[in-house]
C-alpha cells in the first residue's frame, strides 16, 4: 500500500530516471506553472502529483489526480480506494486492464510513509532510499470528462507485495521502477501483458531505509519538512484528534 509520500523537486539535480530524462520530460517547467507540486511532505489521495508520461515518443510530465478515476465513470466520486492498483489485478481488472495496457507512467517521489503497528499502536515510518535519490513509482492513469466538458487526468500507483525488508512494516509496497524497468514501462509499444507483469516485482532489500517519524503526519492538514524528522518510537500523540490515513478520502 502507499497512501502517502514525499515529493521535493530540486532543479539542476540529475535524476536516475532514464539518465536524466525526467529532466527533459518537462519537470521543471510543470513546477514553475504549478510551483504547489514542487515541495511537498505529506502527499495524500485526491491531491495533484507529478506524473511522467510518453507522448509522441517523448518523456512529458503532468499534474494528476491522485485517485484514478476512469475514462467510463458517471462521477468523480468512486466507490472504491483507487489511489493504489494492486499488481496482480491490472490485467483483469475492469477498473485497471484498459490503463495497465495503454495508459502507464511514473510518478517521482522521495519517498514514502508507512504505519508499523508495534504493541498494537500505528507508529509512521518514512521509507526512503538509502543514497538519497529519486524514487520511481510505477502508475497507470487515465482520462475522464465531467459533466462541464473538462478532462481530469488522474493515476494510481502500483503496489506489490512486500520484499523482506518491508514485510516487517506492512506486507504490500509501491513497485519502484529503476532505469531499465522505467524504459520498458512507460513505452508505449510494450503492450504484452507478461512482459508487462515481469516488471512489477519487489525493490531489492538494499534500497531502501526507514525511520520512525512524528504522528503529525497522520493529518493532512500537516505538511513541513518537520515530517521527516526521526523520534522515538515511544513519542506521544501531539494532537489527540489526528485524522486516520484516509479519513481525508473520498470514496
Given at each position: 500500500?502507499c497512501?502517502?509520500f514525499?515529493y ?47 507522448e ?5 510530465a ?7 478515476i476512469?475514462?467510463?465513470?458517471n ?11 494492486r ?8 477498473m485497471?486492464?484498459?490503463p ?10 522521495n519517498?514514502f ?6 504493541d ?8 526512503s532510499?538509502?543514497?538519497?535519490e529519486?524514487?520511481q ?5 487515465d482520462?475522464w ?19 523482506d ?11 519502484i521502477l ?9 513505452d ?8 508487462l ?13 526507514a ?16 515530517l521527516?524528522?526521526e523520534?522515538a ?7 489527540q484528534r ?8 473520498s470514496?
Open positions: 500500500m497512501g502517502a514525499v521535493v523537486y530540486v532543479g539542476g539535480v540529475r535524476y536516475q530516471m532514464m539518465g536524466g530524462e525526467v529532466e527533459r520530460a518537462g519537470v521543471s517547467d510543470l513546477i514553475a506553472r504549478r510551483p504547489d507540486l514542487g515541495s511537498r511532505f505529506n502527499i495524500r489521495p485526491t491531491q495533484d502529483v507529478v506524473t511522467i508520461v510518453s509522441y515518443g517523448r518523456l512529458v503532468k499534474p494528476m489526480r491522485w485517485g484514478l476512469p475514462s467510463w465513470a462521477s468523480e466520486k468512486i466507490p472504491r480506494n483507487t489511489f493504489n492498483a499488481d496482480d489485478r491490472l490485467a483483469d481488472s475492469g485497471w486492464q484498459g495497465f495496457k495503454r495508459s502507464r507512467g511514473a510518478v517521482p517521489a519517498g510513509y508507512e504505519w508499523k503497528k508495534p498494537g499502536s500505528k507508529q509512521p515510518m518514512f521509507i532510499p538509502k543514497e538519497g529519486t524514487l513509482f510505477a502508475a497507470v492513469y482520462s470528462v465531467n459533466e462541464h466538458g473538462e478532462t481530469i487526468d488522474s493515476c494510481a500507483i502500483v503496489t506489490t507485495g512486500a520484499n525488508f518491508m514485510s516487517s512494516i506492512h506486507d504490500r509496497m509501491p513497485v529503476d532505469e531499465e524497468t522505467v524504459a520498458l514501462w512507460l508505449p509499444q510494450t503492450i504484452d501483458s507478461s512482459h507483469q515481469s516488471i512489477l516485482m519487489p525493490a531489492s532489500n538494499d534500497l531502501l531505509k525511520v520512525p517519524v512524528s504522528k503529525r503526519v497522520n493529518s493532512y492538514k500537516n505538511d513541513d519538512q518537520g521527516l524528522d523520534v518510537i515511544d513519542e506521544p500523540a501531539s494532537d489526528q485524522l486516520g490515513l484516509f479519513n481525508d478520502q470514496e
